[in-house]
């Protein structure tokens, strides 16, 4: 029967051989009367036949023996002690003959150092350990795959290369770390494969896509893809300056995305852009419209369309809905050649529950919580673990392959306010207090701080910016003074606020002014971001056109107004995309934008308003140097209430060019209203909601010559003409 037994055998056969590297391939051999020897062993289903063959003088050894009907095969010599290299003839089940590697024969391909790193949970260049990478091993081409599963009792790669029989390729386990691998010869780029997954625990076993895999198949099919990606990067220039561009004191102005409904092809069944296509319209429609970044709804692999995207399968792969990963590297590289950034959206807080990806991925609760905590309750999705150094490391690692591996500017993390409390959406009793009787959920802050720190380390010229909608404070100040770390934070508390004022009648907007008034008081707490985000033209909320009061000239006006307002006021920008065009219908993920809108010259007037807030915001230096800084802001009268009408100076290094804006948010023209002015001279309208090539009125000021007349405790003032439902900005000539 040959000098394997049974009892190994048959664990091989049943698939719960936890050690296979220790059985099959080359092993040495002592004999009876201690002359040494060698052994291979094989096991293959599918396999009549085998051969052995010396690599070295191309020579057949011999048949090895059919020990076992289930496919086990061995061959055993005493004329030679010395491990050589070896390959297999074979007769398949079909009678087809062919040469292969054995993949047993070659050793573990992880270093010592990355073994190290990995316990460590401090293996921050995951990717290029886990996964599945093209090698040359002895001259032998063929793919290396690695994958965590430290409970699992066996882990093989099945793929149409095995007839996705997971006894065929068992892997090596690395019981110190909890890593399985397996080299397999002879495999190539694009080949479809999943682990198959056995724990040791209640005979669990599914086949699981790779967590760290570069390449999905097209959803509803869950395979991973073997990719190699050849990109050469084109944007050397951007990377060089990309630091400047980033401080504080620069403008930016982010035009968020989401790529399958931002434009499709109508002839061709309304499918999606590629990757490719998107990058010959994108960034030049961005450039034109004079945005500083583009920010993506989740491009990451996805299983469900109507998630757009937020509920992540592949941290580490792009959708391939839209194409290759290649292709999002050239799109992000377009943009960065026009001069425009990439920020992505990325999804720390929950994963789904579709069984082929990370949910209960070795048998257990791995990459989530085992308690009550492991449940997100508005999504209906699993949290991840954050106070495993293996789930750090995997998230912080994803954080780093998406700007390194495709440049992305910056990281916007979805829902941060979700990972910090550990009641959020929860009722009473559905939760526990932490270990100081808090609802804070110290792990998941823990875990924010180190992934700030990490990310701004490797790379010190991102942005990372929080979708966080509560309170907590110092989520844009350094960790080493109890901050989260961010660079910044949407400015929600504007959002709501602004949004709310704006849907009322102009009637009885004076009984809401501290609504437009209120954000004030904390717009220099952090350093925020204002978002009219996707978050408010979905889910019943209507389109920013379809908040606003009125007919359809004071929709239009209420709109512009907004715009005016909102470059104004102290903060980088965030405008989703079709706001920009008044797009009236409520955002849909499954359909393109109403682009034949722009037939008519009232949404033409929107767009050309919104490309001329961005360059006048970007140009002077008054509305962007201070945005994140209380000198760059001062009231002039906040105390109208009654009108509807507020003014404010916005200021800069350079005092002389402050921006002086008054905002009339009623339908009412104000003729000769008085406004307190910081100097004498001449002031010049350089920006007014209401002219004519916007679809305004055509109510405009000629330069203003100020007046010695003290007003609202400054000692110069103007008269100015308020336009209805206007924003107007003057700066000195």
Known sequence: MGRVGREVMEALKGGY??????????HPLRGTVDKPGVRICVFNPYWKRVWVIDKGNE?????????????FFEWVTYDRSDLFPYCLRVVGDDDQEFVMEDPYRFPSLIGEWDLFLFGKGE?????????????????????????WAPNALRVSVVGDFNRWDGRVHPMRFHPSVGLWEIFIPGLEEGLLYKYEVRSRYGGYQEMKADPVGFLYEMRPRSGT???????????????????????????IAIYEVHLGSWRRVVEEDHRWLTYDELAEQLPHYVSEMGFTHIELLPVMEHPLDQSWGYQVIGYFAPTSRYGSPDGLKRLIDRCHQLGIGVILDWVPAHFPKDMHGLVFFDGTHLYEYGDWRGDHPDWGTKVFNFGSPMVRNFLIASALFWLKEFHADGLRIDAVASMVYLDYSRREGEWQPNSFGGREHLEAIDFIKRLNEIVHKECPDVLMIAEESTA?????????IGGLGFDFKWNMGWMNDTLLYFSKDPIYRKYHHNNLTFSLWYAFNENFILPLSHDEVVHGKGSLIGKMPGDDWQKFANLRALFGLMYAHPGKKLLYMGSE??????WNYAESLDWHLLKWEPHQGVQRLVADLNRIYRSERSLNEWDCDSRGFEWVDFSDASSSVVSFLRWSRNWSECILVVANLTPVVRWDYRIGAPFLGTWKEIMNTDWERYGGSGLTNGPRQADEIPWAGRPFSLSLTLPPLSVVYFKRA
């Open 17 to 26: 051989m936890a050690d296979p590297f220790s059985v099959l391939g080359m």
């Open 59 to 71: 020579t057949t050894l011999g048949e090895m023996e059919k020990v076992d009907d289930a496919g």
């Open 123 to 147: 293996h921050f260049r995951l990717w290029e350990l886990l996964g599945s990478h093209l090698r040359v091993v002895d001259g032998v081409c063929g793919v290396h795959f690695v994958v």
């Open 225 to 251: 893809v073997v990719f190699f990606s050849r990109y050469r990067w084109n944007d050397g220039e951007w990377m060089e300056r990309r630091k400047e561009l980033h401080r504080l004191d620069q403008p």
């Open 472 to 480: 907590w404070p110092s989520v844009t100040r350094p960790t080493y």
């Open 581 to 586: 065009i008044g797009q009236w219908r409520e």
